[in-house]
Each structure stands twice: as structure tokens, then as C-alpha cells.
């Protein structure tokens, strides 16, 4: 019997070929985006889940509150980590880290840019890295050793055995090669090229063991199963505030390693989701397009009703039951379904390398393990029962004396259903649409958001080795090329934020106030070389090496509540400094949210970045080399490396690009597997009126009268479709755009244009199919009256 209705279901879907492959295409397209998308998903919910104590991997970080708002950090004491391993012992081990900074590694002549880490003893124990050879949790106790990843030891070494070789880091020290581990997985949330212990003996790291205030460290905890969370947050608390009895602004907690990726991100104390917003988003993605294209094997398995309704009826005189009927149309679609799953898997597996540069990731079809034929089940059991769900029932449905008197209407009781499915999936396509440009528009309001600097033609060099000693030499040498403008240099890159702390005292400030500022030091030309428009004052242009001589931003001087800012004393780390001058608001951080309170202040004796500012009518190509080649001739140990400023602000936008690409190629999908279905229906529907476009004809009708009786049934689906999918996208989009301080306002003419749009393309399917009908002779479509 199974056999049979195998049988009969491949000589049905063989003897209606067309109505097959438009399925077939449909349902390929739909599958295909679906693995894509799933794989994406699957990457991000798995991240960091190679670590065995995964479960158990917390990070220590802080809400500090102050006055103008909450600051979440990741920044920790030193000494914190050890104090709560010795005195808790609901913590197995606790892990110190700095955060990841480069070096330069020299094997020999060659010379590498790497990034890495110094770590405590336990880092190996809490987190597991695949070891490639030597002992990672011995070697993290020598100080002189270093632990390499895989490809970094092939860079450096080639293939020879890199164990017991020597590095010279940074032209300075010398380290051995005491092990190897596997590079780190890039859906890991620690990444790196190598990890070194750190030198107990070191004055630096004596110092920064008894510092219970500075926090520039990372600390990690693995607790025991099922610890109290609530009361280890509050054992952080007590131990901490207990040796800093001055830190009444910061509540601390244990992050756990789950919500690292996907829920990152905070705003003023409390958590605001992150990466599971787009995770949720692209399952809906994925499911809406999956229907879409069971919507299309819907509607033209009903359209088709009429050449199957004598099937019908004669299999039900012959004894078929309707259940029997019902598990065939099934059968059919589950077929249907395996064929179109198959395909699409060949599909992705061409197509991954693309979708992998597309989304910068290294998806694989994981095809050896359970978790991929699950889901490869799952799709194919949705598939094929959505797609042959109403075609079965409605198909089984018919009356066999009706249909075999000819008194039969086939397709009466479907018109609206498959008008209802039809909006479906113009809702669909429409909110897809018009959520692709939202973001689109999200992205691009937030690109022209002022920054406060120009960024034209402003690079950014690393101090590095001799460059501090023989700045002023280097920047005497690069005016003289006649390429350069002017020159700074600062403690951090004008892109990024390296010091926050609480404001510096000054007369009449209020008590019980605290308030979080930005920190930054700066040489002559500060303002100048970075193209900061100077409200009042001035920069630190022309003043003695000795001044004590701070700027503060126009955020400042409003959080502080200053009325003459000019010339107040400003008292910070033991020190007093005069207000020289405000700036207008410079945009370091995230450019999706308000600029915060700076002080700069005057350094001109060192720096980590030499900022460099091109002349406008200078050709950066021309200007790079000349530049590179007297950085070479004062700092020859360390190789020349720059960056374009505006390069490195255009990277804070790298996320919501990559959204914006892949809903781009998604939505597109969508309308096109709609399209599909369209000229399907069309097709079908134009079929079934052929000899009343041929009386119509003879009677004098013209082509543009018969255009608009086909089009005008889907003309007014499509309108129905954009009053459903209005308030539904401006809902949906609206929610996301709250996550933005900065955001764009829903335009009621975006709808007009989406809707215009998909009108038109309905338009001109159901006209290509209109005109190819109207331009046969009528003689032929009257033949059989």
C-alpha cells in the first residue's frame, strides 16, 4: 500500500511538471535561506560552548553609578581575583587577565604584530584551549615563557617545532616557547595570538597586587555547581568596598560566560539584550520566508484543484477514504519536500563560502551530527506539512457525485483562503522590505551624525619603542616633507576611550556629587591636528612644557553646571589645572549614544598615538611613504603601522552593516519567492478565464480592459496586504529603534514607496501573463465551445 501511494504521489508530481518545478524553485529558494540562516543562528548560540566549564564561567563587572549616568564595566582591581579565591569556597579558581594589547614578536630577522594577554596561573584551568604541544598550565607559571597559538607559531617558525625557541618581544625582553595551543575558536569571546604569565617580581605587577582602586584588569571566576549567585554577588561586594572603602558608586556582580555574546549590552545599570535581538529576528526571518514558499505550493495546489477533482471523485467511488486522500496529498508534499531540501543542501554547501565573507564568519554544514539531520527533519516535516496542509484537507473535500456529474465549481470554496494566503505573503514581503531600509536609514543617520573632528585625511600612528624619545625630532622632519599639516599626540586614539574616572574637584562643587568623565592627554596642536572646533579658549598651542593647562568638553562644562569655565582651577590626582579651553563634543565612543564629560589635559613629554594630519592638496599615497620611511629611520626595531581614522570609525558600524546586509539579501529572497508564487497564480488563474478573455476579445475588449480585469484582484490583495503590514512594521521597527538614543522617525512615505513598489512588480507579473493570454487567437480558446 505504501509503495502504491509512493507510486502515484512521483507519477503526479512527473506528470505536472511546471506546477513542480515553480514548487520546486520556491521551496529551494525558501529551504536554502532557511539553513543559512539557521547555521548563523546556531553560531551564535553555540559561542564560547567549547569551554568544559561553560557553565561555570563567570566575569566579574560593575555598575558605577554616577550622577549623569550608570557605567557598566568590565574593568576590575588586581587584587580582587586571588582575595575571592583564598576567601570563598564557592570559587574553584579565579583568573586575572589584562585586556588584550599587541606586541611585536621577532623570531630571528622576522618580526610579527601580535595580540595577546598576560594571565594568572589558572587561566588554563578555567578556560580550555586545545593543547597542540608542551604543558599551558606549567608554562603559565614560568614568567619567562610564552604560550603561542597554532598559526602564530607557523607564522613565526614555518614548521619546525616551535618548543624551547626564543622570542624577542617588543625589542626588549626575551621570552621561550614553553607550549602550543590550538588558535581559539572565532566564536570565541577570548581571542588571541598569545598568552604570557605575569612576573610576580615585576615593580609593575607588585604595585598593581596591592592597588585595590585602580581597575584596568579583567577577573574571571569558576564556581562551583550551583552556587548562590545572589550571595556571591553580594560576597564581591563586601570583599571589595572592605579594602576600598571609597568606592561607594560601584555594584558588582558575576556575569555569566551564556549571556557574554548575547546579552552584552547594558544601558544605565540594567541589561538591554544585545546579539539576541538579531538572533530572534533572523528565526522570524527564517520562518517567514520558509512560509512565504509554502504559501506559493498552497495557492497553486488549490489553483490546480480542478485537475485533480475527477481523481478525486473516482478514487472515492473506487473506496478511498478521505483519510487515505488526505496521508496522499501529504505524501506528495513531503516528497516534494525531500526533493527541495536535498537541492537546497547543495545549494548552501556552493554557496557558504560566499554567505561566510557576506556575514564574516566560517559557517560549516555540520552534516556528521545529530543536531543537523534534527533540524534537516524539522524543515522537512514543516515544509511539507504547512505546504500540503490546506491542499489536502481542501482536495479530499470534494464530492465525488458532484465531481464526476460535472456539477462540480472546483476551486469555489478556495478563492478566500488562497486570497488570505496570497496577503500573507505580501505582508511578509513588505515588512521585510520596509524593515531593510529602516535599518538602512538607522545606519545611515548615525554615519552623518557629527563627530566633532574631522576625519579627512588624519592618520593615526602607534608610539612605539623609540618613537616617544625622538618625537619631536620625527615631527620636525614630517612638517618638513611639506605633506603634513600638523602633528599631536595623545594617550588614547581619538576613535576610543581608555581612562574613565570620577570628575576633578573644583570651587563650589556640590556635594554628593559624582559624576563620570572621560579621560585623555594631548600634546601641542591637539585641536588643530584633529579638526575640534574650540568653543571658548583655546588648545595647548604655544604654552610652556610645564603648564598645567586641562580642556574640558562642552558635556563637561553642562554636567558640571559651570557658568565662566575659563580659567577655573580644576584638582585631579594630586594635581591643579587651569581651565584653558572648551571644545565642542567629540564622538569617541559608541556613535549611538550621548558624548560624555572629557578633560584633556596637557602632556607633551609622551603619548601612544601620533595623530597626523595631511595637507588637503596632498595625495595620501605620495605622503605614506615619505612618512613611513622616517618612522623606519628613528624606530627601525618596530615596523611602521597606521591607520585612517575614518577607516576605524567606519568599523563601530560593522554590526548593524552586517544585519543590514543579510536582511538586504533575505528580503530580496522573500519578494522573489513571492514573485514566483505570483506568476504561478497568474499563470493558473488566466488559464481557467481563457475562453472568457477569448469572448471578451471578440466582443471588442481591449488589452489594457483585459489587463485590468486580471490585475485588479491583485491590486486590491496587495493594498489589503500594506494596511496590514503598516502597523505591524511600525510596531516591530519602532521597538528596535528604541534601542538607539539617536534614531530615525518612521515615514509614513516609506510605505508608499514600499507598497508602490510591490505593486508595480505585481503589476508587471500578472501583465506578462495577461498579454501572452490576450494575444492568442480567440478562434482557439472558442474551439472546444
Known sequence: MLKNYFLIAWRNLLKNRSFSLTNLLGLVIGIACTLMIFLWVRDELTFDKFHT??????????????????????????PLAPALEKKYPAIKR?????????????????????????????????FTWKTISGNPSLAIKDPSSIILTASTAKALFGDKSPLNEIIKIDNDRTVKVAAVIADPPYNSSLIFDYVQPFNYSDQFTKRAMQDWQNSSWYVYLDVQPGTNLQLLDKQINELKKSHDQNDAV??????????????????????????????????????????????????????????????????????????????QFFLESMILAFISFIIALLAVYLLLPWFNKLVDKHLTLFVPSVGFWTLALAIILFTGLVAGSYPALYLSSFNPIKVLKGTFIAGKGAILPRRVLVVLQFVISILLISGTVIIYQQ??????????????????????????????????????????????????????????????????????VSIIFSGLTADADFAKTMGIKMIEGRDFSGVPADSAYMLLNKAAVEAMGLKKPLGMQMRYGGRTYAVLGITDNVVMESP????????????????????????????????????????????????????????????????????????NLFASLAIFICCIGLAGLASFTIEKRTKEL???????????????????????????????????????????????IYHVNISLWLFAIVGGMVLLLTLAIVSINTISAARTNPVKSLRSE
Not at 622576522?110 to 594568572?120: A, E, F, I
Request: some cysteine.
Open 53 to 78: 566549564n561553560y557553565n561555570n564561567i563567570y566575569q566579574v563587572i560593575a555598575h558605577r553609578d554616577f550622577n549623569n549616568h550608570v557605567f557598566t564595566d568590565r574593568n576590575m582591581a588586581f
Open 94 to 126: 579565579a583568573v586575572v587577565t589584562t585586556n588584550p594589547y599587541p606586541q611585536i614578536l621577532q623570531a630571528g630577522e622576522l618580526k610579527l604584530k601580535k595580540t595577546g594577554y598576560n594571565v594568572s596561573e589558572h587561566f588554563f584551568d578555567v
Open 250 to 327: 560601584s555594584t558588582y556582580f558575576a556575569f555569566p560566560m551564556e549571556k557574554w555574546r548575547l546579552y552584552s549590552d547594558f544601558r544605565d545599570g540594567k541589561n538591554v539584550g544585545g546579539m539576541i535581538e538579531y538572533v530572534r529576528l533572523f528565526i522570524l526571518v527564517a520562518l517567514g520566508i520558509l512560509l512565504i514558499a509554502c504559501v506559493n505550493f498552497m495557492n497553486l495546489s488549490t489553483a490546480r484543484s480542478e485537475k485533480r477533482s475527477r481523481e478525486v471523485g473516482i478514487r472515492k467511488t473506487l473506496g478511498s477514504n478521505r483519510k487515505q486522500l488526505v496521508f
Open 443 to 512: 545606519i545611515q543617520h548615525i554615519k552623518n551624525r557629527p563627530t566633532g573632528y574631522s576625519s579627512n585625511n588624519l592618520i593615526m600612528v602607534p608610539a612605539t619603542g623609540d618613537v616617544g624619545e625622538k618625537y619631536n625630532t620625527i615631527r620636525q622632519e614630517l612638517l618638513n616633507t611639506g605633506m603634513v599639516s600638523s602633528i599631536t599626540r595623545t594617550s588614547s586614539p581619538i576613535t576610543e576611550v581608555w581612562w574613565k574616572s570620577p570628575s576633578p574637584d573644583w570651587e563650589g562643587k556640590p556635594e554628593n
Open 592 to 663: 549611538y549614544r550621548p558624548v560624555e564629560p572629557l578633560m584633556t589635559y596637557f602632556n607633551p613629554r609622551n603619548g601612544s598615538i601620533i595623530s597626523i594630519r595631511f595637507k588637503n592638496e596632498a595625495n595620501p599615497h605620495m605622503a605614506l611613504p615619505l612618512v613611513k620611511e622616517i618612522f623606519e629611520k628613528y624606530n627601525p626595531a618596530f615596523p611602521f603601522e597606521y591607520e585612517f581614522v575614518d577607516e576605524v570609525f567606519g568599523k563601530k558600524f560593522i554590526s548593524e552593516e552586517l544585519i543590514n546586509r543579510i536582511t
Open 694 to 740: 477569448g469572448i471578451r476579445k471578440t466582443l471588442g475588449a481591449t488589452l489594457t480592459q483585459l489587463l485590468a480585469l486580471i490585475s485588479k484582484e491583485f491590486v486590491r490583495l496587495v493594498c489589503i496586504a500594506l494596511v496590514i503590514a503598516m502597523p505591524l512594521t511600525w510596531w516591530l521597527m519602532s521597538g528596535w529603534l528604541t534601542n538607539y
